[in-house]
Every structure is written in C-alpha cells, then in structure tokens.
C-alpha cells in the first residue's frame, strides 16, 4: 500500500489511484462515485 498526501486535485485514473479521500465541496462528475464518510462540523460547504 502507498500513502499519498496532497493538496491538489488528481486525475484518478491517469495518476492511478484506487481511493482517494477529500475534504470539501466535490464538483459534479460522471465518472466518480462519492459516499460521504462524516460530518465535521469545523468544516462547512461553500
């Protein structure tokens, strides 16, 4: 298993990733599947 931490958004197919986990508002996509893991209340959506 590697652990990558970024600050940016990746191509997850191109780059190769299987699971990437985000924190915030995710744009619209047909390609990903998103399930929200938690709320945190010391983060809002925009």
């Known amino acids: 298993m590697e652990l990558s ?5 990746v191509d997850l197919a191109a780059e190769g990733f299987d ?3 985000r924190v915030g508002t995710l ?3 047909a390609n990903l599947i998103a399930r929200r893991l938690f709320l945190d209340p010391l983060i809002r959506a925009c």
């Open 19 to 21: 699971v990437v986990i």
């Open 27 to 29: 744009a619209d996509s």
């Open 5 to 9: 931490l970024d600050d940016r958004d």
